[in-house]
């Protein structure tokens, strides 16, 4: 069966720049608490020259904490200063930006260079205040997250909010999900506890395939009430009951190692964070060599996969989660022991029907729509060839859009920097093609929000 289409660079590499942490979350996948011996400024400079070259849409600095590591800053100053307008977007995962108000203050002036909120924070919150302070193992550790939260709000800077669930905090969702909104999160993530690490084989604080499939009624339950896709989550098994990702050309349910990377604070490459296969190390091959020619990369995007997740008529819409078969069995290409569905109930799902090509090419858009004295501006500028599409992450609507054809030329017509009129841009699409600017098509991608209509 033919395999999956892999971008060119990933969606999303995860940076863990340190082992350094002041908590100890029981489901900690590093177990971490000191730097690892390897944190040195050179195998920092080697990781930062892989990024550059590698050239993610979205790049998470997590850790540990990566507020603790003396290099923060400056690596901040350095990925924007050598990449530019190829700067992802950038996340940074921490626990203790309360502390840290000479950094947000940095972050604020970046993304005023930037003219956008290229940097970012994530911040977790994982249950009521003696809940959280119970699982991260620090008292009071609640509201200095909240003082966090204030913080970046003073400056401006954009977050968003995650919850591990376990056994211990799974009833306090609804109660996570009020605060996340009224504290003004960009999102909220349901992260996955998966026993590695501190959490090595604590299989008990797991949810049982049962609560997994109830966590994923209320996931999409809670986003069509809110109407938007607000709550994400890790994207295995999520085909199975929401219709939009099911139909998506992009959806490839587990994306470790397809749309998603990692590199850990001692060089160490796996194919998600969570997942302990060690892949390779930055100081014997390069992130880019490994992501587009390691050998067990290439079964898992063929889905040569073991047990019922080989024969799962969902096979290339989930795969089973690659960090469960790992945790569980030992086996990269073993079966997701976790998941919540049986088989007959896959196999009613429409498997014969069209996917739909989530692309923002289609629908109408009158002439009168769009005045000829305006200015296209681009609002998204961060994109990576995929076959023979162009995939382009938007981050404020926390979605993927795919372009091809008229589209893909339009878009790449448009100067990232200044914009282009209508007008001109009628001449050199003409120019380029030889037919008239095809307007509808460029008013879906004003839609999407991959464009942008200034008036003149």
């Given at each position: 069966?033919?395999?999956?289409?892999?971008?060119e660079?990933?969606?999303?590499?995860s940076?863990?720049?340190?082992?350094?942490?002041?908590?100890?979350?029981?489901?900690?996948?590093?177990?971490?608490?000191?730097?690892?011996?390897?944190?040195?400024?050179?195998?920092?400079?080697?990781?930062?020259?892989?990024?550059?070259?590698?050239?993610?849409?979205?790049?998470?600095?997590?850790?540990?904490?990566?507020?603790?590591?003396?290099?923060?800053?400056?690596?901040?100053?350095?990925?924007?200063?050598?990449?530019?307008?190829?700067?992802?977007?950038?996340?940074?995962?921490?626990?203790m930006?309360?502390?840290?108000?000479?950094?947000?203050?940095?972050?604020?002036?970046?993304?005023?260079?930037f003219?956008?909120?290229?940097?970012?924070?994530?911040?977790?919150?994982?249950?009521?205040?003696?809940?959280?302070?119970?699982?991260?193992?620090?008292?009071?550790?609640?509201?200095?997250?909240?003082?966090?939260?204030?913080?970046?709000?003073?400056?401006?800077?954009?977050?968003?909010?995650?919850?591990?669930?376990?056994?211990?905090?799974?009833?306090?969702?609804?109660?996570?999900?009020?605060?996340?909104l009224r504290?003004?999160?960009?999102?909220?993530?349901?992260?996955?506890f998966?026993?590695?690490?501190?959490?090595?084989?604590?299989?008990?604080?797991?949810?049982?395939?049962?609560?997994?499939?109830?966590?994923?009624?209320?996931?999409?339950?809670?986003?069509?009430?809110?109407?938007?896709?607000?709550?994400?989550?890790?994207?295995?098994?999520?085909?199975?009951?929401?219709?939009?990702?099911?139909?998506?050309?992009?959806?490839?349910?587990?994306?470790?190692?397809?749309?998603?990377?990692?590199?850990?604070?001692?060089?160490?490459?796996?194919?998600?964070?969570?997942?302990?296969?060690?892949?390779?190390?930055?100081?014997?091959?390069?992130?880019?060599?490994?992501?587009?020619?390691?050998?067990?990369?290439?079964?898992?995007?063929?889905?040569?996969?073991?047990?019922?997740?080989?024969?799962?008529?969902?096979?290339?819409?989930?795969g089973?989660?690659?960090?469960?078969a790992?945790?569980?069995?030992?086996?990269?290409?073993?079966?997701?022991?976790?998941?919540?569905?049986?088989?007959?109930?896959?196999?009613?799902?429409?498997?014969?029907?069209?996917?739909?090509?989530?692309?923002?090419?289609?629908?109408?858009?009158?002439?009168?729509?769009?005045?000829?004295?305006?200015?296209?501006?681009?609002?998204?500028?961060?994109?990576?060839?995929?076959?023979?599409?162009?995939?382009?992450?938007?981050?404020?609507?926390?979605?993927?859009?795919?372009?091809?054809?008229?589209?893909?030329?339009?878009?790449?017509?448009?100067?990232?920097?200044?914009?282009?009129?209508?007008?001109?841009?009628r001449?050199?699409?003409?120019?380029?093609?030889?037919?008239?600017?095809?307007?509808?098509?460029?008013?879906?991608?004003v839609?999407?929000?991959?464009?942008?209509?200034?008036?003149?």
């Amino acid at each position: 069966m033919k395999g999956i289409v892999v971008p060119e660079r990933p969606y999303h590499l995860s940076w863990d720049l340190t082992t350094a942490c002041r908590l100890h979350c029981s489901f900690c996948y590093s177990a971490g608490g000191r730097p690892h011996p390897a944190e040195t400024t050179e195998l920092i400079e080697t990781i930062l020259d892989n990024v550059v070259e590698l050239k993610p849409l979205h790049l998470g600095i997590g850790g540990g904490d990566p507020l603790l590591s003396p290099y923060i800053a400056e690596l901040l100053q350095r990925l924007v200063e050598r990449m530019r307008d190829e700067t992802p977007i950038i996340t940074v995962d921490t626990m203790m930006v309360n502390r840290r108000e000479d950094l947000v203050r940095q972050v604020r002036r970046l993304n005023e260079d930037f003219g956008e909120h290229r940097i970012q924070f994530y911040l977790s919150i994982h249950g009521a205040p003696e809940v959280h302070d119970r699982i991260v193992g620090l008292k009071g550790h609640f509201e200095e997250q909240v003082e966090g939260i204030k913080l970046l709000k003073q400056y401006g800077v954009n977050f968003n909010l995650g919850i591990v669930p376990t056994r211990e905090n799974l009833d306090q969702l609804d109660a996570m999900l009020a605060l996340a909104l009224r504290l003004g999160a960009g999102l909220l993530n349901i992260s996955q506890f998966v026993p590695i690490g501190r959490g090595d084989r604590a299989y008990d604080h797991n949810l049982s395939p049962e609560q997994y499939r109830r966590l994923l009624d209320w996931i999409v339950t809670r986003n069509a009430q809110l109407r938007r896709r607000y709550i994400v989550t890790h994207e295995h098994w999520m085909a199975a009951v929401d219709q939009a990702l099911f139909t998506s050309s992009l959806f490839v349910g587990c994306s470790a190692g397809i749309y998603y990377f990692g590199v850990r604070s001692n060089g160490d490459v796996v194919p998600c964070q969570l997942n302990p296969y060690v892949l390779g190390n930055v100081r014997e091959a390069r992130l880019t060599e490994i992501w587009r020619w390691h050998p067990l990369l290439q079964r898992w995007r063929e889905r040569r996969v073991d047990g019922r997740c080989g024969d799962c008529p969902l096979l290339f819409k989930c795969g089973g989660c690659r960090c469960n078969a790992v945790a569980y069995s030992g086996d990269f290409f073993g079966e997701d022991s976790l998941c919540p569905f049986a088989a007959e109930e896959l196999i009613s799902l429409n498997q014969t029907g069209q996917e739909v090509n989530a692309t923002a090419v289609n629908g109408s858009l009158s002439e009168t729509a769009i005045r000829n004295d305006m200015w296209i501006v681009k609002l998204v500028t961060l994109a990576t060839p995929q076959g023979d599409s162009l995939v382009i992450r938007n981050e404020p609507r926390n979605t993927f859009v795919e372009l091809n054809g008229d589209a893909t030329i339009i878009y790449g017509l448009v100067p990232p920097q200044y914009g282009i009129t209508l007008g001109d841009l009628r001449a050199v699409f003409k120019e380029r093609t030889g037919k008239e600017l095809p307007v509808e098509e460029l008013g879906a991608l004003v839609r999407s929000g991959v464009l942008g209509c200034v008036a003149g």
